[in-house]
């Protein structure tokens, strides 16, 4: 039997449409909220080569809403574990993992080796840097995107169609109320968002019924209200991509920075200084290393208290808060800052192993 | 004119509302965003696109709806 018979058995389908997945190439930037699902869904449907790009580790946060994980891989690279699990699901795929950020450095080589891009990052510093990267190299890619319980889904730089760019042309600046302030989302939002990018990315291999091109879909949890906006492509704003020498990230007030640090990695205890930028009511308190308290409340009118040697690990409950503490000492030019990636939970776990 | 606005993302939450009804008096949707942001100063630095029709508006496309969505993008994933 076909492990494709269903796919086999539509009519729009069939076994030509079924080697055509098979001999399509999907890269997945991101396997948290939208990336677990989109890749189940892409391996199942039997996408013959998958690409994963993912710096990060799983942490206990992530399990309310990023599926392919469990307990055990707590602190695992996500691209790692989500590709082994990815084979347990088709092994007859080719799967790819890639254990690193999506960067300047490598982003063209790899988004250059597939046909499809899914966006499925969690931040606008990355979510430019593909749209920019796939401008240039005119490739479509899909975008997913969410807010508390909304989600966004458009279909870029399909059949010569808009780019991200020319439906927000710069992202938020750096002044504008913060993009992750550790916001919450019903987990089983980048659920729907994630499969639909996956919906998307498959009607296009197949040539299935109209992608989401010139159009942003909105959908609302709640009320389960859908809108779909179109819009039009913006002539001056794929020219600026492409007439670059060289492209840039872009500056915006973003979860992603460069400095994060995890507890793997941490060493030499004695002489860190960690840096708790959780509210004083916030538990577990950890005590077992050097702390001292700088709640986010405070911290820009603090910040001078910061010793400028040695070096400063700050944490606080997800590793979100802790960013914009490393971005605001960062700016103050505060030597051997980092950020830890993981929450207060989890560190005072590993220090009472 | 009277225009019912409604926000998205955490523009709801940045205004506090879901939607809200404004006097204008722009003509097109360049004026509008300034309009929207002596009314509204909190929006003065965020990103955001305006739609009627479920048509996003550029700078010059007249206001001809008295509903109009206000979307600023989304980060999360």
């Known amino acids: ?353 | 004119m009277n225009i019912e606005f409604r926000y998205h993302g955490k523009l709801s939450e940045v205004l506090g509302r879901n939607s809200e009804r404004l006097q204008i008096t722009s003509q097109n949707a360049g004026d509008l965003i300034k309009e929207i942001i002596t009314h509204r100063p909190q929006l003065r630095e965020t990103t955001f696109q305006l739609a009627q029709k479920n048509k996003i508006m550029k700078s010059e496309t007249p206001i001809e709806e008295l509903d109009i969505d206000v979307f600023p993008p989304f980060s999360g994933g």
């Open chain 1, 1 to 353: 039997m076909n492990r494709y018979q269903r796919h086999i058995q539509l009519a729009e389908v069939g076994a030509s449409g079924q080697e055509k997945l098979s001999a399509a190439k999907v890269l997945v930037v991101g396997t948290g909220g939208l990336g677990c699902p989109a890749l189940q869904y892409l391996v199942a449907a039997g996408v013959g080569k998958i690409g994963i790009v993912d710096g990060d580790r799983v942490s206990l946060t992530n399990l309310q809403r990023q599926v392919l994980f469990d307990e055990k891989d707590v602190g695992l690279n996500k691209a790692i574990q989500a590709k082994e699990k990815l084979e347990a699901l088709n092994s007859k795929i080719e799967i790819e993992a890639f254990p690193n950020h999506l960067g300047l450095e490598n982003a063209e080589e790899l988004l250059g080796k597939y046909d499809i891009i899914l966006d499925c990052s969690d931040n606008f510093v990355t979510r430019y840097l593909v749209n920019d990267i796939c401008v240039r190299l005119e490739k479509p890619f899909v975008h997913g995107s969410l807010y508390k319980y909304e989600g966004q889904v458009s279909v870029f730089n399909y059949q010569s169609g808009p780019s991200y760019r020319c439906l927000f042309p710069d992202p938020p600046k750096s002044g504008d109320i913060p993009n992750c302030n550790e916001v919450g989302v019903l987990g089983v939002l980048p659920g729907i968002i994630g499969t639909l990018q996956a919906t998307e990315a498959i009607k296009m291999i197949l040539g299935l019924g109209s992608p989401l091109s010139r159009k942003l879909m909105h959908y609302n949890l709640l009320d389960h209200r859908q809108r779909i906006i179109e819009f039009s492509r913006n002539e001056g704003e794929i020219k600026k991509i492409k007439d670059l020498d060289t492209i840039s990230l872009v500056d915006t007030n973003d979860c992603q920075l460069e400095t994060q640090i995890s507890i793997e990695e941490l060493d030499n205890l004695e002489s860190t200084l960690f840096i708790d930028v959780r509210e004083l009511d916030e538990l577990p308190r950890v005590e077992k290393v050097n702390v001292s308290e700088l709640p986010m409340s405070q911290f820009s009118k603090e910040i001078k208290s910061i010793p400028v040697e040695g070096m400063k690990v700050f944490f606080c409950a997800s590793g979100i808060r802790s960013n914009q503490a490393l971005a605001k000492a960062k700016k103050q030019n505060i030597p051997n800052c980092y950020s830890l990636m993981e929450g207060a939970d989890e560190l005072e776990t590993w220090l009472n192993k």
